[in-house]
Structure formats: structure tokens, C-alpha cells
């Protein structure tokens, strides 16, 4: 996508700015949409409806992309639905696995989750990617019949009335918007006070996470002089000790609990960047980087379970929507908050922001796990 937007836009920030539209409406939207898929009352049950309508416009509008390069803003408008399309089921799907799975197995699922989100990033940077060289049209399409084979395989095997939602009251409509900013409201009460900090957590973490994924390749070229190429190839050790340790995570969080292996997720991480500041060699970060995307993962694959656990039968849909709020309103800020320290501080301070952060979503985190419910 930046490079079709480069036939129109040659600023970088621009393009980048727009790449970020799709965190916006994630920010806005997937609350509002995984509230409502908790309401829904329908013959296809309470997510399919959103999955059937999301996933094939989405498919559809993304083997279109590569079709509108004579007009920008026939792009931008076809773009902007697409990411709509995808904002729409985003949340159902998700919350379609604490559905179908008892909170002892959560942990061990979203790793086989994450295991396979890490294969098929894998496949698009190896298989998906290469095709653009023959023809600009060929990956669009392909990842397109790829999106319409999974909504058909999930269509299928979901269960309509899967055995962990609670069934819907009468009455209890699936417009029902008031609703959705009552439960948002109710995180203010006592008694979701543990709720409150695992969601802090979620938010200081990711913000760490993302400023140094955003932010590496910059450090890597200007603080230790390394071309582009090298610095993608570096950080793609961390990529793949996280695809190793996915389902590993899963079931030690299955194993100890999810909360403390979060623990032991982030405390790790906060003293693997103090390490990259003080030993700033390619082959000494080559180490710490595998070690850190495998503590990355012991936080990453329990921390959707451990959100959906709060909300119990009945509002899954709601919490997996405060999950990606406070996950991608880091997301949406960590590039230009890291940004500013790397120019106050210089480069490496990089990895001093974000063990600061990692240290202090640790905190958090333990602070909501003291809490008695």
C-alpha cells in the first residue's frame, strides 16, 4: 500500500500517516462493534453476523486496491471502506475463541493462535510479497482468496451457540448502544479496579512495543550504521523467536497462570533493553533480540485470554473491544513519543523509553493481580 500511494504522495509521513488510518478505526470503532456483537440476537448467533458481511467486502475492496492507481482519491475512498470492512469483523472474530474455549485452555489457544498469525506474517513476507515484482495485482488477489477461504472455513465449523457465551435476555436488543457506554462507564466502580490496571498494563506495554518496532530501523541506520536491509534482518530475529515460542507461551501461561507469566514476560524485557543500551553490537542485539521476542511472547499470547476472562459470559465482546482500544491507542502514539526521546536523548535512547515502559506496565500489572475480586 505505501508503494501504490507513492504514485501520488511522495512525502513518507504523509503515506505513513495514512498507512496509520486502519489503528484510528480500530481505536473508534472495535469497542463499539465487539459491544454489539455481545448483543446480537440472530439465526447465525452473535459474531457470524459481522464475519459474514465483513470478511468477503473486505476480500472484494482488497483485490480492488491495486486496480485504482489512476485517481488518489478513488484510492483513499476504496481504502478507507476496506478498512472499514476489516474494522467490522475484527472484534467478533477474535472473540469467537474464549467462545468456543473454558478459561484453563485460553492461554494454550491463543498461543496456536499467535503460532499461526506468526506463519501466515511468514508467508506473506516470503510467498505473498515476491509476487508484486511480476505483477502489482498478484498479491492482492491471492491474499483475497486466501481472506474469502477463511471466512467460508469459519462459516462453516463455528458454532451458532457456542457452549461459553451466556444467552441473550429478551428484550435486550442488538441496538442497544446505551448499553455499551454503561459498561464502559462501570469500569470506573470498585470492583473493576483489577480491570483497570491489567488494561494500564496493556496500554504502557504496547507503547513500548510499538515505539521500538516502529523506531528500530531508524536507531539501527543512524546509531550503529547499519543499512536498511541489516536492520530489517536484525529485528526479524525477535519475529521468529516469537513464531517459536507461541504455543510454548501458551501453555506455560496455561501452566503458572496468564498474570504471572506476563510477569515474567515483562521483567524479562525490561532488563533485556537495559542490556541493548549498554552493549550496543549487532551480535550482542542478534541475542537479545531472540531472547526478547520470546519473553515478548510469554506477554503477548496471554494477554488477550487474561482480558476476556474479565468479561466473563456475557461481555467477551466488549472486553476483547477495551483490549484493542488500549493495545492500539499505544500504537497510535508510541512512533512519534519514542521518536521525540530518540531526538532530545539520541538514538539509543530507544531502549531506555521502552524498558521504562515494559518496567512500568510490569508494575501495573502486578498491582492488578494483588487485587482481591
Known amino acids: 500500500m505505501p508503494l501504490l500511494l507513492g504514485n501520488f504522495i511522495e512525502s513518507r509521513a504523509l503515506r505513513g500517516g495514512i498507512m496509520g488510518l486502519d489503528n484510528l478505526l480500530a481505536v473508534l470503532l472495535i469497542p463499539v462493534i465487539g459491544a454489539w456483537s455481545d448483543r446480537v440476537r440472530s439465526p447465525l448467533g452473535q459474531r457470524l453476523p459481522f464475519i459474514a458481511v465483513g470478511m468477503p467486502a473486505a476480500a472484494l475492496l482488497f483485490a480492488l486496491l491495486p486496480l485504482n492507481q489512476t485517481r488518489l482519491v478513488s484510492l483513499l475512498a476504496l481504502d478507507i471502506v476496506f478498512l472499514l470492512a476489516m474494522t467490522l469483523y475484527r472484534a467478533p472474530v477474535i472473540a469467537l475463541m474464549p467462545d468456543h474455549t473454558p478459561e484453563e485452555k485460553r492461554s494454550t489457544a491463543n498461543g496456536i493462535i499467535n503460532l499461526m498469525g506468526g506463519i501466515g506474517g511468514l508467508l506473506a513476507f516470503f510467498v505473498l510479497a515476491p509476487l508484486y515484482d511480476l505483477n502489482t495485482s498478484y498479491p492482492f488477489m491471492l491474499g483475497a482468496v486466501l481472506l474469502l477461504l477463511t471466512f467460508f472455513f469459519l462459516f462453516t465449523v463455528t458454532d451458532r451457540h457456542p457452549p461459553y457465551t451466556a444467552p441473550i435476555g429478551e428484550g435486550e436488543e442488538a441496538s442497544n448502544f446505551t448499553k455499551l457506554f454503561s459498561d464502559i462507564g462501570s469500569l470506573r466502580a470498585p470492583e473493576h479496579r483489577q480491570a483497570r490496571f491489567i488494561?494500564?498494563?496493556?496500554?504502557?506495554?504496547?507503547?513500548?512495543?510499538?515505539?521500538?518496532?516502529?523506531?528500530?530501523?531508524?536507531?539501527?541506520?543512524?546509531?550503529?550504521?547499519?543499512?536498511?536491509?541489516?536492520?530489517?534482518?536484525?529485528?526479524?530475529?525477535?519475529?521468529?523467536?516469537?513464531?517459536?515460542?507461541?504455543?510454548?507461551?501458551?501453555?506455560?501461561?496455561?501452566?503458572?497462570?496468564?498474570?504471572?507469566?506476563?510477569?515474567?514476560?515483562?521483567?524479562?524485557?525490561?532488563?533485556?533493553?537495559?542490556?541493548?543500551?549498554?552493549?550496543?553490537?549487532?551480535?550482542?542485539?542478534?541475542?537479545?533480540?531472540?531472547?526478547?521476542?520470546?519473553?515478548?511472547?510469554?506477554?503477548?499470547?496471554?494477554?488477550?485470554?487474561?482480558?476476556?476472562?474479565?468479561?466473563?459470559?456475557?461481555?467477551?465482546?466488549?472486553?476483547?473491544?477495551?483490549?484493542?482500544?488500549?493495545?492500539?491507542?499505544?500504537?497510535?502514539?508510541?512512533?512519534?513519543?519514542?521518536?521525540?526521546?530518540?531526538?532530545?536523548?539520541?538514538?539509543s535512547s530507544l531502549f531506555v523509553l521502552a524498558g521504562l515502559a515494559m518496567l512500568l506496565g510490569c508494575l501495573s500489572l502486578w498491582q492488578g493481580k494483588r487485587v482481591q475480586l
Open 199 to 347: 488494561l494500564l498494563a496493556i496500554f504502557l506495554y504496547s507503547l513500548g512495543f510499538g515505539g521500538l518496532e516502529a523506531q528500530f530501523s531508524t536507531y539501527a541506520t543512524e546509531g550503529l550504521g547499519l543499512s536498511g536491509g541489516q536492520a530489517g534482518l536484525l529485528l526479524g530475529f525477535f519475529s521468529l523467536a516469537f513464531v517459536v515460542m507461541a504455543l510454548p507461551a501458551g501453555l506455560i501461561g496455561s501452566r503458572i497462570g496468564k498474570a504471572p507469566a506476563m510477569l515474567l514476560g515483562l521483567g524479562a524485557l525490561s532488563v533485556l533493553f537495559g542490556l541493548m543500551f549498554t552493549f550496543q553490537l549487532p551480535a550482542a542485539l542478534r541475542i537479545f533480540l531472540i531472547l526478547a521476542g520470546l519473553s515478548w511472547a510469554l506477554i503477548n499470547v496471554q494477554a488477550y485470554p487474561l482480558v476476556a476472562d474479565m468479561g466473563d459470559k456475557t461481555r467477551i465482546g466488549f472486553f476483547t473491544g477495551m483490549y484493542y482500544l488500549f493495545s492500539m491507542s499505544a500504537s497510535i502514539i508510541a512512533p512519534a513519543l519514542m521518536g521525540l526521546g530518540m531526538d532530545l536523548f539520541g538514538p
